[in-house]
């Protein structure tokens, strides 16, 4: 069965420093999406992405969040210089056939800032 | 602020019982809505979507939507011990998602 994958799981950086979580969404999906669960919280939305440009994006992906689809595969979220409070698991996620269907999860990325 | 309520938990319930789970949402032109199940350290991983007022089953699943109501259900029925999980209703608003922050449901066998 086609899954979300995603890499690192677990990504430790010092503050200040600039990340790149990846993503491979399932192959012939056209939605992409990333969000961001701090431990105890509820799991937020931060942008969409469709037809390689940003959909939509939340007040939290401000400038200091970046993404890309470099190749035909990967999808990629850059953060730079993070913040203690970027400590998080992010999730990416990709959909088939738009707003009104499912959105397939991958297991996450744990990112933790010190 | 677009605004994802859900009721609060934790539940604990006996294996085989009916199980109610229940949302409302601030944003009236929310077209889409989604119900996840997250285990403990996973992804979210989605158990029903409705878009249309009324019920729509699954299995032992039935989300129920009332427009109107700005409401939003998801009825469970003969629970069993791995549905234990937290519950997270989300909501679409065009091309953005916002969640619930979860109920937590304990199936005790």
């Known amino acids: 069965e086609p899954e979300v994958t995603q890499t690192p799981s677990h990504q430790v950086t010092q503050m200040g420093q600039e990340v790149i979580l990846r993503c491979v969404p399932i192959s012939n999906h056209l939605y992409f999406y990333w969000y961001r669960q701090i431990l105890g919280q509820k799991v937020e939305f931060l942008v969409s992405?469709?037809?390689?440009?940003?959909?939509?994006k939340s007040e939290i992906f401000d400038d200091q969040f970046s993404v890309e689809r470099p190749d035909g595969s990967n999808f990629t979220l850059k953060i730079r210089s993070t913040k203690l409070e970027d400590s998080a698991m992010y999730f990416c996620?990709?959909?088939?056939?738009?707003?009104?269907?499912?959105?397939?999860f991958g297991p996450g990325t744990r990112l933790t800032v010190t | 602020q677009k605004e994802v309520e859900q009721n609060s938990g934790p539940l604990s319930v006996p294996e085989g019982a009916i199980v109610s789970l229940n949302c409302t949402y601030s944003d009236r032109g929310s077209q889409s809505f989604f119900w996840y199940r997250q285990y403990s350290g996973k992804s979210p991983e989605l158990i029903m979507f409705i878009y249309s007022n009324g019920d729509k089953e699954d299995g032992r699943f039935t989300a129920q939507l009332n427009k109107a109501s700005q409401y939003v259900s998801l009825l469970i029925r003969d629970s069993q011990p791995s549905d234990s999980a937290t519950y997270l209703c989300a909501v679409a608003t065009g091309n953005q998602f916002y969640f619930g922050t979860g109920t937590s449901l304990t199936v005790i066998p």
């Open positions: 992405f469709y037809n390689n440009e940003i959909s939509e």
């Open positions: 996620a990709s959909c088939g056939q738009g707003i009104a269907y499912e959105q397939y």
